[in-house]
Structure formats: structure tokens, C-alpha cells
């Protein structure tokens, strides 16, 4: 069985700050980590896969995360976010051979000049 | 076309109605996926479909159907729907790399039941 939780359904950041959006996991095989970003109005997109390889994973726009199997977390950063990275951000876990994914409930980043 | 695309983007439907979303994926992939997404709540898998077969059913209500008529194609038809089955439904592909299947996602159907 595999789960996920993201910690906060909003995250609040001004421009310029430090982007940390918080993801917990369980799974009963290696998981493989997934974090997609959904814009209003649009299907999710992919911003980075963690699957078994370097455990900093970087993506596309800048965001970046770090798979730590002790603390079961694959929390995903920015170092300074832009005002277009407002969206809702899902986290997901796999496994090796599974093809279904398991999602978070998903955070909303708001971003304010 | 290119990616994963779905028609129609919006759809309004009585409760006595009957309709069908289509989703198309021009990636080459061998597996297919509907889920629902309702505010508020976590994205649920619907169906899975690899190779045309139907591998996994979430416990659906029978007034959902799906139906995947080649690798390429999945439409999900809809009948006698409840203003609780209002949702924006997305399809999804994936092609199994190393053990990995990294899904691409459509834009979603935005559907509305009155």
C-alpha cells in the first residue's frame, strides 16, 4: 500500500523567497517520487521524478527536490520564486513496475509581489 | 496534435443525459488512465487500461464506462449522471521505462451536472 501527505493545502511566499512545499510518503516497495504542477484551467504537468538513482532531483523552472528515505519525505524547492510559479503543486509516489500513481491532496502556492 | 488531449474541454449535462468524453494520446505510449478531480479532494483513479485491457476499476459507479478501443484512444461514457459527479476529468498515458511509468497528462474535461 502506498500514501501521501502534503503538509499545508495553501503555502503563502513573496516574491523573491525561498519556495518549500512539504511531501511525506509510505509504501511497502522503493517508491518512486513524482512532484506535477496543475495551472488553473489545465491538466498536470511534470516537474520532477525521483526514481532510485541521485537522491537530489532537479526539474524543470528552477524547482528542485531531495528524496530522504529516513525521514520518508521528498520535499520540493525553489530558491526564489517568480510570481508565475503560482499553482497547485501534487506530490505522488510509485512503484517499480506499478503503473498506477498514488497523489497527495495537493498544495496551492500563492505567490505575492 | 501532440501529447495527450481530451474533448470536449467543457461539458454541461442534465442528470437524464447521456454523453462521452474522448481523450487521445499521440505519444506512443501502451497505457491509458481516467481520473477524477473534485475540489477539495485528493485526484481519484478512476480506470486503467494497458494494451487495450482494462487492469484496474476503483471501485466506479456502473453509470461510468470506459472503453479503449485501440492503445491510442479512451473514452469514458457517461449516463445518467448526479450533480455530485461534477469534476474535472483528466486522461493520462504512460509507457513503462526501466520499471518507471511517468504519466502525461491531458488538459482535462470540465464537466457539469445540473
Known amino acids: 500500500a502506498q500514501s501521501v501527505t502534503q503538509l499545508g493545502s495553501h503555502v503563502s511566499v513573496s516574491e523573491g523567497a525561498l519556495v518549500l512545499l512539504r511531501c511525506n510518503y509510505s509504501s511497502s516497495v522503493p517508491p518512486y517520487l513524482f512532484w506535477y504542477v496543475q495551472y488553473p484551467n489545465q491538466g498536470l504537468q511534470l516537474l520532477l521524478k525521483?526514481?532510485?538513482?541521485?537522491?537530489l532531483v532537479k526539474g524543470i523552472n528552477g524547482f528542485e527536490a531531495e528524496f530522504k528515505k529516513s525521514e520518508t519525505s521528498f520535499h520540493l524547492t525553489k530558491p526564489s520564486a517568480h510570481m508565475s510559479d503560482a499553482a497547485e503543486y501534487f506530490c505522488a509516489v510509485s512503484g517499480r513496475g506499478y503503473s498506477t500513481l498514488t497523489f497527495g491532496k495537493g498544495t496551492m502556492l500563492l505567490v505575492s509581489p | 496534435e501532440t501529447g495527450v488531449t481530451q474533448t470536449p474541454r467543457h461539458l454541461v449535462m442534465g442528470m437524464t443525459n447521456k454523453k462521452s468524453l474522448k481523450c487521445e494520446q499521440h505519444l506512443g505510449h501502451n497505457a491509458m488512465y481516467w481520473y477524477k478531480q473534485s475540489a477539495k479532494k485528493p485526484l481519484e483513479l478512476m480506470f486503467v487500461?494497458?494494451?487495450?485491457?482494462?487492469?484496474e476499476n476503483n471501485s466506479v459507479p456502473s453509470r461510468f464506462s470506459p472503453e479503449c478501443p485501440n492503445s491510442s484512444h479512451l473514452f469514458l461514457h457517461l449516463h445518467t449522471l448526479q450533480p455530485e459527479d461534477s469534476a474535472l476529468y483528466l486522461c493520462a498515458s504512460s509507457q513503462e521505462i526501466s520499471g518507471v511509468h511517468e504519466q502525461f497528462f491531458g488538459p482535462g474535461t470540465r464537466l457539469t451536472v445540473l
Open positions: 487500461y494497458n494494451f487495450k485491457e482494462q487492469t
Open positions: 525521483y526514481t532510485s538513482a541521485a537522491t
